[in-house]
């Protein structure tokens, strides 16, 4: 079972590393959409689509970007206790803490799932003056969930490896 664990948390974190790396860059894209915006308004007619892109932007940025950030520990957490604690007491908390997380991402994942299915079904709309598909924002969120949740079963997998004394 070791290297089948080894394996996954291998894969699972090179993908999101890749992925997190990439999508850093993101932050570009939304100035450049932002700059236009702001130029646009000033200077020609004010584009209706800036906004809303640079929402769409920031989810993707957001959501792509999160499986990173918990592998490199960039989460939010109280630091008064946890960092004085030795590495074993810590991953016994993250063991416990991590399977609140997995069950939330589990629940949000069917949840985007169910709405990506209904913004296909019905070919949903933003009520915006631009009316974009949904869509597509749609399935960057649950492709984003997904990863998240996939990175945190990984890092649970860590955890378990730490406190048995294993190097994964």
């Not at 290297?3 to 699972?12: E, Q, S, T, W």
């Not at 007619?45 to 809303?52: A, F, H, I």
């Given at each position: 079972m070791i290297?089948?664990?080894?394996?996954?948390?291998?894969?699972?974190d090179g993908f999101n590393r890749r992925l997190g790396r990439?999508?850093?860059y993101g932050i570009f894209v939304m100035i450049a959409i932002l700059m236009w915006s702001s130029v646009s308004k000033i200077a020609f007619?004010?584009?209706?689509?800036?906004?809303?892109i640079a929402q769409f932007a920031m989810v993707a940025y957001y959501m792509?970007?999160?499986p990173y950030s918990i592998q490199e520990g960039?989460?939010?957490r109280m630091d008064l206790f946890y960092g004085e604690w030795s590495t074993r007491k810590k991953a016994w908390f993250d063991v416990f803490t991590v399977l609140f997380l997995i069950f939330y991402l589990g629940v949000l994942l069917y949840g985007a799932y169910d709405s990506t299915a209904y913004s296909f079904k019905y070919g949903e709309r933003s009520p915006t003056a631009w009316r974009p598909y949904m869509w597509p924002i749609k399935i960057t969120m649950c492709i984003g969930i997904f990863l998240m949740l996939l990175q945190a079963i990984s890092e649970l997998l860590k955890d378990i490896a730490t406190l048995k004394g294993v190097r994964l």
């Open positions: 290297p089948f664990i080894r394996v996954y948390v291998r894969i699972v990439i999508t850093m007619n004010p584009s209706l689509w800036t906004l809303e792509l970007g999160g960039a989460n939010v």
